[in-house]
Nanobody, 122 residues
Framework: QVQLVESGGGLVQAGGSLRLSCAAS????????MGWFRQAPGKERDFVGY???????YYADSVKGRFTISRDNAKSTVYLQMNSLKPEDTGVYYC????????????????WGQGTQVTVSS
């Protein structure tokens, strides 16, 4: 079993920055791809970005150039650095793990964290 725990969310003004962390434990290896998704109230959970085991990244167009995903395999932790935040970035942010590959879709991910709230005020 794999456990994922997100942290680092909070309230920030537009234009500000936050860094989210996702700590993994259990039967997980550095070969897993890790994804970030977010869900605004009343909306579906949307893809934000992912990082593969080799460190390759892919982002949604809405966050490209503002968000950066990185990973520290020694700490089994993945990070989401969010800069130039906008009110439309508000939502619950989830990390997810997929033992095979990175994906923009929710279904391939095997494990999910409980989420952390990010609120961007205008």
């Amino acid at each position: 079993q794999v456990q994922l725990v997100e942290s680092g969310g909070g309230l920030v003004q537009a234009g500000g920055s936050l860094r989210l962390s996702c700590a993994a434990s259990g039967r997980i290896s550095s070969s897993y791809a890790m994804g970030w998704f977010r869900q605004a109230p009343g909306k579906e959970r949307d893809f934000v970005g992912y990082i593969t085991w080799s460190g390759s990244t892919y982002y949604a167009d809405s966050v490209k150039g503002r968000f950066t995903i990185s990973r520290d395999n020694a700490k089994s932790t993945v990070y989401l650095q969010m800069n130039s935040l906008k009110p439309e970035d508000t939502g619950v942010y989830y990390c997810a793990a997929n033992k095979d590959y990175g994906s923009t879709r929710r279904n391939p991910y095997d494990y999910w964290g409980q989420g952390t709230q990010v609120t961007v005020s205008s």
